[in-house]
């Protein structure tokens, strides 16, 4: 049984930074998409970024690019989110999940991701 156990967030300015970490465990992740959602108070869960755990291809929705990285330690099996500049609509709680065998096109589908961590909050403010 795969466990995703996130970190890292916390209270911070508006045009600040954090970085967010994810361990993952259980089993092995070649061949599987490790992403970051996120989910604000009366909103929908919201895609983000992801990447293949087994070679390139990273993902992002439009509005984090340029200031939401998403990368992988694969020695330490720990998914990282760093994200600057942030704003207050950034707050959010923000999940890890890991899905099998995604396409390009279905790695914002967050019904196709199998496992998810607890979430960790993110609070963007003055």
């Known amino acids: 049984q795969a466990q995703l156990v996130e970190s890292g967030g916390g209270l911070v300015q508006p045009g600040g930074s954090l970085r967010l970490s994810c361990a993952a465990s259980?089993?092995?992740?070649?061949?599987?998409?490790l992403g970051w959602f996120r989910q604000a108070p009366g909103k929908e869960r919201e895609f983000v970024a992801a990447?293949?755990?087994?070679?390139?291809?990273?993902f992002y929705a439009d509005s984090m690019k340029g200031r939401f990285t998403i990368s992988k330690d694969r020695a330490k099996s720990t998914l990282h989110l760093q994200m600057n500049s942030l704003k207050p609509e950034d707050t959010a709680v923000y999940y890890c999940?890991?899905?099998?065998?995604?396409?390009?096109?279905?790695?914002?589908?967050?019904?196709?991701?199998?496992?998810w961590g607890q979430g960790t909050q993110v609070t963007v403010s003055s």
């Open positions: 990447t293949r755990w087994s070679g390139g291809g990273t």
């Open positions: 999940a890991a899905g099998s065998g995604l396409i390009a096109g279905r790695v914002s589908w967050a019904d196709d991701y199998a496992y």
């Open positions: 259980g089993r092995s992740f070649a061949n599987w998409v």
